[in-house]
Every structure is written in C-alpha cells, then in structure tokens.
C-alpha cells in the first residue's frame, strides 16, 4: 500500500472493486490489516483499514463529495441518461435498481454503486429476488480509462419471459 489508510467508502470509487469485502478477506490472509469503525458524510457506517498498528491518527468520520465524472458508454455511445433520470426521481437505492431492471435495463455492481448508490447490490439483489423477481446474473466487460484496465464484472437482467 502506498498510502497510509483506505476507507471502506473509497474502496469501490477508487479502486473500482466490485467485491471489496473479499478483497479485504483475501489482504488479512496475507497481511497484518488493522481496521477502525468510521461513520461517513454523518450517516453510513464503514471501516478504514491500514498496514499500520497505530490507528490514533486516523480520523473516525469522512465527508465526501461525488463528483460526476463517472461516465457510462457502449459500442453505441453514451447510455447513462435513464440511470440518471432514476436517480433523479427515486431515492432508495433498492427501489432504484428495482426500477430499473423492470425499464429493461442492463444493471452491473458499479451502476448500481455510482448511479443508484447501492454499496451492497448483491444483497439486493438478492431481496428482489426474495421477493419475486427473476433477475439473471451474466458478466460484461467494463473498462476503466483512468487506469486503462479490462475487466468482467456481474451484470443483472430481468428475465425475459
């Protein structure tokens, strides 16, 4: 690591991962990971985690701005207009990404983190199901030109019947 801490919260944004508590699992098998409980912009609870012993200095609550820089392109162009207009109308995260697989809408684990703001869409995916949609899982390639990297992600459908 060459910083001293990363938050739980910064995980997915900076480092694209869409499963970060299992590369949190994988890092403390292999290194001493220290880890402090840490509230952000005053309401969601997280972790930070560090390499270092002395956890004294780090702060226990995080302010953070997002910014609009995510961009969302296929083959055809520019495709984040209708996750945006769902964030716009729809503030919970779960009812956000219900109405969009039912718009027909492709949704992978970065969508749903940057557009709907599910950090846990697994889990949500998963009480959809519950409750009795057919939601399919495939993967599809994203790509990242901050850091130029290739990688297969987890999409989700609404099945087709």
């Not at 697989?101 to 995916?125: C, E, K, N």
Request: proline residues 6%; glycine residues 4%.
């Amino acid at each position: 690591m060459n910083v001293d801490y990363v938050t739980s919260f910064e995980l997915p944004f900076r480092l694209l991962l869409v499963r970060a508590p299992q590369l949190i699992a994988d890092v403390r098998d292999q290194l001493q990971l220290n880890r402090k409980a840490a509230v952000f912009n005053g309401k969601r609870y997280g972790c930070v985690y560090s390499l270092k012993q002395d956890l004294q200095p780090i702060p226990e609550s995080f302010h953070y701005h997002l910014s609009n820089r995510i961009r969302r392109v296929d083959p055809q162009g520019p495709t984040a207009a209708p996750y945006q207009q769902i964030a716009r109308e729809i503030k919970p995260a779960r009812e956000r990404l219900r109405h969009a697989l039912l718009a027909g809408l492709p949704v992978t684990a970065l969508d749903a983190l940057f557009w709907f703001g599910s950090q846990r869409v697994a889990a949500d995916i998963a009480q959809l199901r519950r409750s009795g949609m057919e939601i399919v899982t495939e993967e599809v390639e994203a790509s990242d030109n901050l850091f130029n990297t290739t990688r297969r992600v987890p999409v989700y459908r609404l099945t087709s019947k």
